[in-house]
Nanobody, 121 residues
Framework: QVQLVESGGGLVQAGGSLRLSCAASGSIFSINDMGWYRQAPGKQRELVATITNGGNTNYADSVKGRFTISRDNAKNTVYLQMNSLKPEDTAVYYC???????????????WGQGTQVTVSS
């Protein structure tokens, strides 16, 4: 059993900052890529940022220069620092991780439950 638990969402004014965290727990052998996705009302889920276990990062164009993804491999945790937030960043943010469980010879993608981020104008 593997769980991803997110925290850090909330309501913030435009121009403000929030930091999201997502901790993976359970029967984990290894974690490859981790990332953040978001889904706004009436829209499809979209990639926000990803990070490999070696620290290589990838960002959506819409968040480059404002958001920073990082991870703590010892804690199986990924973070998303969000600065200069805009109303269009309002969405449910989901973390995802590609995890190999102990005694399972393949990797699967796991998702968190989502955390609401609301940016007021």
């Amino acid at each position: 059993q593997v769980q991803l638990v997110e925290s850090g969402g909330g309501l913030v004014q435009a121009g403000g900052s929030l930091r999201l965290s997502c901790a993976a727990s359970g029967s984990i052998f290894s974690i490859n890529d981790m990332g953040w996705y978001r889904q706004a009302p009436g829209k499809q889920r979209e990639l926000v940022a990803t990070i490999t276990n070696g620290g290589n990062t990838n960002y959506a164009d819409s968040v480059k220069g404002r958001f920073t993804i990082s991870r703590d491999n010892a804690k199986n945790t990924v973070y998303l620092q969000m600065n200069s937030l805009k109303p269009e960043d309002t969405a449910v943010y989901y973390c995802a991780a590609d995890i190999r469980r102990r005694a399972i010879p393949f990797t699967s993608r796991y998702w968190g439950q989502g955390t609401q981020v609301t940016v007021s104008s």
